[in-house]
């Protein structure tokens, strides 16, 4: 089968085409950092599938991922709305599709997409017993043991938290969240790349060590776009 993918997240926009578990093809469309508004970058996002319609054989249809539910309607409304689409399938991931794992929690129906795709992804990649941790904009840690999705964390990402930091001091400077110089920063713009990425990537060692001791001889698999 092949298909067009579209994921849809809090920071950035995203395509595919995949040929069953193939990955042909991808764009990553621009982020909200750009300054450019959530209907250009779904446009642009749509006019690359548009593209790949014209050079790909076959296409059995489209597969939508969204956390921004706004983003979501406008692809849909775009696809649905073009006339080359017209007999082609749409799907919308939720908590119904026909996902290869069992699940064992609580309103299902509020789980986001992308936590139910990743753990999907860990099953179709031989990985039935794992920790999925996804960073981004909210850093989630999901739980999937022996084919059952049991549930996870989320908490802020990186740049999500180093945003809070800066907004909530008034004295602290502007500065975006980079791979620090030092360790110990002797300035305080130093001080807060320093303590913003080292956090990070603490609190990421810590939850997926704590998940590790209730869920030992698991696979951990790692995805994101920080």
Do not use: K, Y
Not at 18 to 42: P, Q
Not at 150 to 169: D, Q, S, Y
Not at 170 to 175: F, H, I, K, S, Y
């Amino acid at each position: 089968m092949s298909l067009l993918t579209v994921d849809i997240g809090n920071s950035r926009i995203g395509a595919a085409f995949v040929e069953g578990t193939v990955l042909v093809d991808r764009f990553e469309g621009n982020s909200v950092a750009s300054g450019r508004d959530a209907e250009s970058r779904a446009a642009e996002v749509f006019d690359w599938c548009l593209d790949q319609t014209a050079i790909r054989e076959s296409l059995d249809g489209l597969v939508i991922s969204s956390v921004v539910p706004v983003q979501g309607d406008l692809v849909q409304a775009l696809w649905t709305g073009h006339p080359r689409f017209a007999e082609l399938d749409l799907h919308v991931v939720t908590h119904r599709s026909p996902l290869p794992m069992d699940l064992a929690i609580a309103e299902p129906a509020t789980v986001g997409a992308d936590r139910f795709c990743n753990v999907a992804g860990a099953m179709v990649l031989g990985h039935p017993t794992a920790i999925i941790a996804d960073l981004g904009t909210a850093n989630t840690f999901d739980v999937l043991v022996n084919g059952v999705f049991r549930g996870g964390l989320i908490g802020p990402g990186a740049i999500t938290a180093h945003r809070a930091l800066i907004e909530g001091g008034a004295q602290l400077p502007e500065l975006s969240f980079c791979w620090p110089v030092d360790l110990v920063g002797q300035n305080t713009a130093d001080a807060m790349r320093s303590g913003s990425f080292h956090q990070a990537v603490g609190s990421v060692i810590h939850v997926i060590g704590r998940l590790q001791e209730q869920f030992p001889a698991t696979s951990v698999l790692v995805t994101g776009g920080l």
